[in-house]
């Protein structure tokens, strides 16, 4: 139980381009969902916290025209990369939080989305 | 902010032997996780604790959630090369967002 995926595993573009990756809790519903950007031999950084129904909760620095996040069902999270340049090429992983009580703080990371933009 | 030193940064092992790696902050925490990605893959969930003072084992893993509340070990007994990866402790310390912080991660290696 408890399996995200997401989709699609790697994606190359060009400049400019928008890229959109999806994510999805396949044996669960999720209310809650985030996603995360990684670099390199770095930790997991949070972009953003998408909540089923309402529109998602940036972290300070992250820009939400850029990282368009829409969380249109209880198993269907996206990231939108709009515009994207070389910059933005990294590991983006979403999770899921499953809806069990207010005390169960797990979450279910999906295997990742490698970006480059060329 | 909230934050988690993770050590060891790195580790080099020879398959057999144990391991120890831990997570310490100045905050109090209510959920301590241990996490392990593979090179590509997403981090998958360990060992989950709740409580403190609470010691739980997964296999060949064993995780205690420190008295204090501030800290969290995992040990990983008799190594073997599939050991490999990158171990991120993640700890949540309450709110309706339910945002983790993560450690830094410890990179193990197993030599065969």
């Known amino acids: 139980g408890a399996v995200v995926s997401q989709h699609p595993s790697r994606v190359i573009c060009k400049s400019g381009t928008s890229v959109k990756i999806e994510c999805r809790s396949l044996?669960?519903?999720?209310?809650?969902m985030f996603w995360y950007r990684q670099f390199p031999k770095q930790s997991l950084m949070l972009m953003a916290t998408?909540?089923?129904?309402?529109?998602?909760?940036?972290e300070q620095g992250v820009e939400k025209d850029k990282f368009l996040i829409n969380h249109a069902s209880l198993t269907l999270s996206t990231l939108t990369v709009t515009s994207a340049h070389p910059e933005d090429s990294s590991f983006y992983i979403c999770?899921?939080?499953?809806?069990?009580?207010?005390?169960?703080?797990?979450?279910?990371f999906g295997p990742g989305t490698r970006l480059t933009v060329l | 902010g909230q934050q988690l030193n993770q050590s060891p940064q790195s580790m080099f092992i020879q398959e057999g032997e144990d391991v120890s790696m831990n997570c310490t902050s100045s905050?109090?925490?209510?959920?301590w996780l241990w996490y392990k990605q593979d090179p590509g893959e997403g981090p998958v969930l360990l060992i989950a604790?709740?409580?403190?003072?609470e010691l739980t084992s997964n296999g060949r893993l064993t995780a205690q959630f420190g008295i204090t509340r501030k800290d969290s070990f995992l040990n990983i007994s008799a190594s073997i090369p599939s050991d490999v990866g990158i171990y991120f402790c993640?700890?949540?310390?309450?709110?309706?967002?339910?945002?983790?912080?993560f450690g830094k991660g410890t990179l193990l290696t197993v030599n065969p």
């Open positions: 604790l709740y409580k403190a003072g």
């Open positions: 993640a700890a949540f310390s309450g709110g309706s967002n339910y945002k983790l912080t």
């Open positions: 998408s909540n089923e129904g309402s529109k998602a909760t940036y």
């Open positions: 905050s109090i925490f209510n959920t």
């Open positions: 999770s899921a939080r499953t809806l069990a009580g207010a005390g169960y703080n797990e979450q279910f």
């Open positions: 044996d669960f519903q999720a209310t809650t």
